[in-house]
């Protein structure tokens, strides 16, 4: 069955139209509804895109491409992945548990911001969640450079089918500012838009960063060796990002409980669980960042 992606507004992510459309459809549930396109997942998360069901709707619309880029944050996952990502490999992907090691210290819930909200209520008699809201890390909005705002009950999960207009109180998701902030979040939005333009640079970065520490990527290989660079660097990746910049991306990466895995090159170069399970892109974006020099990002 070909999906009639009716009426995806801009910028509208996939999972608020999934919403809006069971809202449209008159089916009494969004269960029986996502059950009749063949969706059994419930996890319709924004720090998520390889789901059931981001890709049972791509998969089953006409022209995916575009839908992927404008309608998903899959692109800026590229530098997770280290490819180029379409709706052609897209099955084989699964989420790492984030919970296993970092954490995270950006808010992960369902973003929204004030003039977003007014602005489509005026234009189209709706409210939606926007896809570059949702970007891992970010505070502001894309359009209007407002700060973004989450429920003061976080929507977690879309499984509540709630739109923006339907959360009683906001907060904004970040109350502390610091320079450095700014400076992320730029690099950040640079990062999505060169995921957008360029998906092999972006898709490129983990093998060149690999080839800066002379790192191996081959299994097989020694590691005690790799620890040892990874230590190495490690204190400079802190001491370069800053205590309150790594907190806000990372709430657990200084707590000493976790031990010998804070070590976040360790982490990512030599874990074998990266080479089955995707991380959250913050974790390469804060990397990219530190050694933007060198990989020609500055
Ligand atoms: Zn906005």
Redesign the pocket.
């Known amino acids: 069955m070909n999906l009639p992606v009716f009426n995806l507004l801009p910028n509208e992510h996939l999972l608020s139209w999934l919403v809006r459309s069971y809202k449209l459809s008159g089916n009494s549930s969004f269960l029986n509804f996502q059950n009749k396109l063949g969706i059994h997942d419930r996890h319709l998360c924004s720090n998520l895109v390889f789901t059931q069901a981001l890709k049972r709707i791509i998969y089953q619309i006409e022209e995916p491409g575009n839908v992927i880029k404008y309608h998903t944050n899959i692109p800026i996952w590229q530098i997770a992945t280290g490819r180029v990502l379409d709706n052609g490999n897209l099955n084989s992907l699964s989420h790492a548990n984030e919970a296993r090691h970092f954490g995270f210290g950006f808010d992960t819930s369902w973003h929204?911001?004030?003039?977003?909200?007014q602005y489509d209520l005026d234009k189209y008699g709706t409210t939606y969640w926007?896809t570059s809201?949702q970007l891992p890390s970010v505070f502001e909005?894309?359009?209007?450079h407002?700060m973004?705002e989450k429920g003061v009950k976080p929507i977690e999960n879309l499984l509540k089918e709630v739109l923006p207009h339907q959360v009683i109180a906001w907060e904004p998701v970040q109350s502390h500012m610091f320079k450095e902030l700014k400076y992320w979040q730029c690099f950040v939005f640079k990062i999505n838009k060169i995921s957008h333009d360029q998906p092999t640079l972006v898709a490129s970065i983990q093998s060149q960063f690999f080839e800066v520490f002379g790192l191996d990527l081959n299994y097989g290989t020694d590691y005690r060796r790799e620890s040892a660079i990874c230590e190495l660097d490690f204190q400079c990746f802190e001491s370069f990002l800053g205590p309150e910049l790594i907190k806000y991306i990372f709430r657990n990466y200084t707590d000493l409980t976790l031990g010998g895995r804070r070590n976040l090159l360790d982490v990512i170069s030599i874990d074998p669980i990266c080479f089955s399970f995707t991380r959250n892109p913050v974790y390469w974006i804060a990397l990219a960042y530190w050694q933007r020099a060198n990989l020609n990002f500055d």
């Open positions: 929204s911001c004030r003039k977003c909200r926007h809201h909005c894309y359009k209007y407002c973004l």
